[in-house]
């Protein structure tokens, strides 16, 4: 089946850090979705890609949507205590759009 | 907007009990899905649908069944609840390749 490769599983930084992650795949995807979930919580989006190249910011994060559109990376800059949760990437397959999500980035910050 | 109600919030059933979860959404998606999300871990797929009177299966579809009789509706049934069931539930839904919309879940516990 499709499977999105979402790395690193767990992630413990220091408050000011910049967070590095990302998602891969061997099939083609027409969207990607960076997600949050902070606990007890469904997941809010964060950020949406829809063009293979496409940059985008919002705030202190930046994702990209890679040219392959097989993959995509969300970076978090000078973390803060406010980061912490559970991130999910999320690619619409092509030519379905069918929703995968992957496994997630747990991110833990200390002061 | 509403966007995506889910319901109940909460829910404690004893064993062999069944129960339905309810999803409804008042933004036309076509797409609708159904995750379990078990403590510390990422969501899995349970069901989904791409359009009213299609449904298919997920990644742990088996305990569970749904229907979508409607575009705004798709309900989840338990028939013989099992602890392994005991999870947080979430129903997503959106349209084409835009972003999707979750649900607050729903706690479910069984005993």
């Known amino acids: 089946g499709q499977q999105l490769n979402q790395s690193p599983q767990s992630m413990f930084i220091q408050e000011g850090e910049d967070v590095s992650m990302n998602c891969t795949s061997s099939?083609?995807?027409?969207?990607w979705l960076w997600y949050k979930q902070d606990p007890g919580e469904g997941p809010v989006l964060l950020i949406a890609?829809?063009?293979?190249?496409e940059l985008t910011s919002n705030g202190r994060l930046t994702a990209q949507f890679g040219i392959t559109r097989k993959d995509s990376f969300l970076n978090i800059s000078a973390s803060i205590p406010s980061d912490v949760g559970i991130y999910f990437c999320a690619g619409q397959l092509w030519p379905t759009d069918k929703l995968i999500f992957g496994t997630g980035t747990r991110l833990q910050v200390f002061p | 907007n509403a966007g995506v109600t889910q319901t109940p919030k909460f829910r404690i059933l004893k064993i062999g009990q069944s129960m339905t979860l309810q999803c409804a959404q008042d933004?036309?998606?076509?797409?609708m899905y159904w995750y379990r999300q078990d403590p510390g871990m990422g969501l899995k797929l349970i069901y989904y649908?791409?359009?009213?009177?299609?449904?298919d299966k997920g990644e742990v579809p088996n305990g569970y069944n749904v229907s979508r009789s409607t575009t705004e509706d798709f309900p989840l049934r338990l028939e013989l609840a099992a602890p392994s069931q005991t999870s947080v539930y979430f129903c997503?839904?959106?349209?084409?390749?835009?972003?999707?919309?979750f649900g607050q879940g729903t706690r479910l516990t069984v005993v």
């Open positions: 890609l829809y063009k293979a190249g």
């Open positions: 099939s083609i995807f027409n969207t």
């Open positions: 649908s791409v359009g009213a009177g299609i449904t």
């Open positions: 997503a839904s959106h349209s084409g390749s835009t972003e999707a919309f």
């Open positions: 933004m036309n998606h076509n797409y």
